[in-house]
């Protein structure tokens, strides 16, 4: 099978750590899909905006480690149970390729990059290589009914976030609305439980240093990278 991408994200995360573990988590998230000269064509994207919400078939680019297990540890499990692979969204599988729900915000047809989307809910870095697009149809994607495995059985509830002053002198709202919720979904992995660690999160062109004790999250430092 050959592959080609057809478009970069554009994202306020530089890096993996802090991104939402699912798309759809953190909706006030925006991003922009630019995509590569061979596919700036407007009529690849004709009938695009009657659609609110799209599928995303995208590569984990940042993974360089190759599967190499049947079982993995899903976070939502606390680091320490195992699943099999394909009962899992896991980045580390034989092809990195990631799937995600996103929300269509507008097009913007007349940029210097050609035509780009506006999204929302995305969980992907920024620079992230885009395989595919397709528009998400209610009466066939949507199961609200369906069984969720261990999902249904581990929920997580939201940290409280409280964040500094100072903050909405970094961020636009947009951003700050975003920063807060995806904080309140817990960026740590699973089995981090120390309320004296300091952790760095990039988002927006700055540096969010944090730290956590039981469900309360709070912003120490916020600093311009």
């Not at 692979?85 to 913007?108: E, T």
């Not at 509830?157 to 500094?164: E, F, G, R």
């Amino acid at each position: 099978m050959k592959l080609q991408t057809i478009a970069h994200f554009q994202s306020p995360f530089p890096s993996k750590f802090g991104i939402p573990k699912q798309s759809g988590l953190v909706e006030e998230l925006e991003g922009t899909i630019v995509f590569e000269p061979a596919f700036r064509q407007p009529d690849y994207l004709r009938g695009i905006e009657a659609f609110d919400r799209l599928w995303l078939l995208w590569e984990f680019s940042a993974n360089p480690h190759a599967a190499h297990s049947p079982l993995v540890r899903p976070p939502r499990l606390g680091g320490n149970e195992r699943v099999g692979v394909f009962a899992s969204r896991s980045p580390f599988r034989p092809n990195p390729i990631g799937l995600s729900c996103v929300r269509l915000i507008h097009v913007d047809w007349d940029t210097p990059q050609g035509p780009v989307l506006h999204i929302g809910g995305a969980d992907l870095m920024d620079g992230t290589p885009i395989i595919d697009i397709k528009p998400y149809i209610v009466y066939a994607d949507a199961h609200p009914d369906a069984q969720s495995g261990f999902v249904d059985s581990h929920q997580l509830l939201p940290l409280n976030v409280i964040l500094p002053a100072s903050a909405a002198d970094n961020f636009t709202p947009q951003e700050l609305l975003a920063l807060k919720k995806v904080l309140a979904e817990d960026p740590r992995p699973h089995y981090h439980n120390d309320p004296t660690k300091l952790y760095g999160m990039a988002f927006a062109r700055h540096n969010v240093r944090f730290s956590v004790n039981n469900n309360e999250l709070r912003v120490i430092e916020i600093e311009k990278l």
